[in-house]
């Protein structure tokens, strides 16, 4: 499946001869500010090993997010906060390298769902991400994709 995901134009305050105002920046500055964003579910992966129809459990949970993808992470991660909601099962620790440390964070399990296609089980690293963001998703989900990032226009497209 071929998604493209365009940014729209983005309002940015300017001020011209002493005055401010607001203008629609083109989508290009868009992307390049907010970075390629899409929506994707994250729930516990037991949710998806249920029959139709079963009772509800305590792994029912899905929580809808933004993700931000970065070519430059290994692994993908998701914020503490998303990992204790929806009750995630620790399985180890792996040592993370990032712009602000170099520590050991805990790992755990999850189901990643994507508007586009059927759910995938991957690993996730639980840390703090900045601003409304509670996913990054990192190469190892980008490796299953061909993503295209197109800065020139202002959007980019990923096919699964």
């Avoid at 729930?43 to 929580?63: M, Q, S, W, Y």
């Avoid at 620790?90 to 993370?96: A, E, K, P, R, V």
Wanted: proline fraction near 7%; glycine fraction near 8%; charge should be positive.
């Amino acid at each position: 499946m071929i998604t493209t995901i365009r940014v729209p134009p983005q309002p940015q305050e300017v001020e011209k001869d002493g005055k401010k105002g607001i203008i629609l920046a083109p989508p290009r500055i868009g992307l390049l500010q907010q970075g390629a964003i899409i929506p994707v579910r994250i729930a516990h992966p037991e949710i998806l090993n249920k029959a139709p129809g079963a009772d509800k459990t305590r792994f029912d949970k899905i929580v809808q997010v933004n993700a931000v993808i970065d070519t430059g992470a290994f692994t993908s991660v998701i914020t503490i906060e998303t990992a204790k909601e929806l009750d995630l099962i620790q399985t180890g620790w792996q040592q993370t390298s990032t712009v602000l440390s170099d520590d050991k964070r805990p790992v755990y399990f999850a189901a990643l769902m994507f508007p586009w296609g059927p759910a995938m089980h991957t690993k996730v690293i639980s840390c703090a991400l900045r601003g409304n963001i509670r996913c990054l998703l990192g190469r190892d989900v980008l490796s299953n994709w061909n993503f295209i990032y197109n800065g020139k226009e202002g959007f980019f497209t990923i096919c699964d």
